[in-house]
Every structure is written in C-alpha cells, then in structure tokens.
C-alpha cells in the first residue's frame, strides 16, 4: 500500500464516525463511540467538516452530506438551548438538552462555528450558507469578555462566568478569528495582542508553547485557519505548529528508555483516552505529562506540519499493531504499551483532525473554503500581514 493510498484508507475510515455515529433525526453527532456518549457540539463542528470532505472524496453523495448539514443547522439555529449564542459543550443525543451540568462552552462553540461557516462556503449560495450565518451572527462575543480583555472559557447558570480565561497560546486562535471577525457582535482587533505567548526551548527549538504541550492546542486553529503564509507582530503560527510537532516528537524518542515501543517512529503526545481515564499528556518546555500512552491522532493531526515524520509513525503503529489499533472508524483512541493497554473506542474530535488534517495536506480543501469567510477575511486583515 502506498503512502497515499493508505492515507486515503485512514482517511475515509475515519469519515465513517461521522456518518455513523451521527443521530439522523437532528444530525448531532456523539463525542465518542460508545454507546451512552452525549452529543460534543465541537464533534459536530468536525464533523460538518468532514461531510464536505466526504463530498469531494466521493466518500458520500453530495445530497445526502448536503441533507445531513441542513438538518444538524436547523437543529441548532431552533432547537438546542443557546445563551448569547454560545452552545453548551455536551448535548443529549436524542433531545439537544443540556447533559452533566456542563458549561456554555466558548472554545466548542467556535469548532462547531468552524464547521458550520465551511460548509456554508462549501455549499455556497444555499440554505446551508444562510443557517450558519444566521447562527454565528447570534454569537454574543463582548458578552463572552466579562468584562475584561480576554474571552472566558465558559458560563453555567448556576453559578456565572467559569474562572478561567484564554490568556495564554493554545487552541484559541480560532475562538478569537471568530470573535474579532464577528459581522454582528465583534470583540476589538487589539484584543489579538492581550493573549499570552510564551517562548520556551527544547534542545536546539525554540517556539511560542502552550504550558500542557498538548499537541492538539497547536492542530485545532490550523485545521480551518491557513496560517502558512501568515504573520503577526509575534509568529508565523504555521512554522510554530511545524516546531512543536517535532518538539513532541523528540521528546517521545528521548523517553525510549522509560517508555515501552517510544522512539523516532512511535510517538505522538495529546489530549485523550488513556488507562486512567481522559488526560492530557504533553512534552517540551512547560509541563510534561506522560505515562506512556500514544494518540495516533497527535500525528495524524501534525501530518500537514512534519509529513514525513508524522506518516511513518502512523504506519508504524497501522504495521505494528494494527490487530488491537485499528477498526471500523480507522486508529482506536489511544494506547500504551508499558501498560500493554489498548483503547478500544473512537473519539469524534480525534477522528475528526484527523480527516481534516489529512485532506488539508493532500489538497488544502478545508483551508481553501474556510478562509473565503468574509468574516475570517476581516480578522485576517485586522491582525496579520499576508506574505503570498
């Protein structure tokens, strides 16, 4: 099997959770495959991504990805409870309704808006483009501020604004292209510059990191957002997501000696299902967090940045351990040899960088339709200066 047929494979199995493991009533899809899982609003958001994917790949009939869209908009444009226009994180699958007490959820908002304004380029000039339009026009962003001059992680009824803010790099670049780009309701541009980028080293790299080194933080914004021949007052966040690519890496084959099956080809450190449950493992400068377990996600979602290094270790793993790490949906979750510990679920985010990223590094597919959004446009041009 060559490289890109095997991508291909890796690809559209992957695809398949979103068709799946989507309620075809309302088009909400589960955070995870197992049964009793909740709806995650930001699996929805990849995957509407990954049914235009599915569209240009022939993977899915163009009117059934288009009837699917239309059917998951107008579920969250009339019927899942909104607060200023931002979403709750976890929806019950069959109602829409609120599950586990959880928050109004800034950053899942922004991956499900992701979603919803590419397929409304991608389905331009239809009812699709019109719904996710009127949803993200909703979207109260100032309100998401309290008051200050960061975002807030999120907001519960029971108890006001969470504690936390998005004040240092990580995954909120796309919460703030959003919000800054916001044709309704948006936050001012200078409000770019009031995160936190930290630079740190590791060996001979040096780059703006985020504390967890979770290597989804530096995939998420990229997986909509072509930051390739961008730069701000501070970063080309693109060669920055490149560095902490091979950060990981690097730290994963300096652990070989701790941790079994570590090395140049199997590595890959992120937020997911491990054998004490869901954590975020990381390496670099900050902190490092690792008991041994790999995502296979960590590099599919890296593939764009370090091609080369990224794709031998997905074939590793897909040779190596294939008979307990890949199924019906593509690479399980997780796994860890020192444990001799295998996940045996998918989760919808994790598949979903992984469809995404895959298609941004054959073709840019994702890239090219979300960033004719006039909205992305504006921030663009309010924060950045563009090197064609």
Known sequence: MSDAEFLDMVARDSFNFFVSEANPENGLVRDSSRGYSPCSIASVGFGLTALCVGVENRWIPKNEAYLRIEKTLRTFRDKIPNEHGFFYHFLNINSGARVWECEISSVDTALFLAGALTAGEYFKGTEIEKLAGEIYARVDWPWMLNGRRLLCMGWKPESGFLPYYWDSYNELMIIHALAIGSPTHPIAADLWNAWGRPRGKYGDYSFIYCYSNNL???????????????????????????????VNRQYCIEQADNFEGFGENMWGLTACVGPDGYKGYGGGPGNSSCDGTIAPCAAAGSIPFAPEECIATLRAMYDYYGNQLYGKYGFKDAFNLSRNWWANEYLGIDQGITVLMIENYRSGFVWKYFMRNPAIKKWQSLCFEINE
């Open 216 to 246: 989804f933080v530096y995939q998420y914004s990229h997986a909509w957002i072509d930051f390739r021949n961008m730069r701000d007052s501070y970063a080309n966040y693109w060669d920055n997501s490149v560095t902490a690519t091979l």
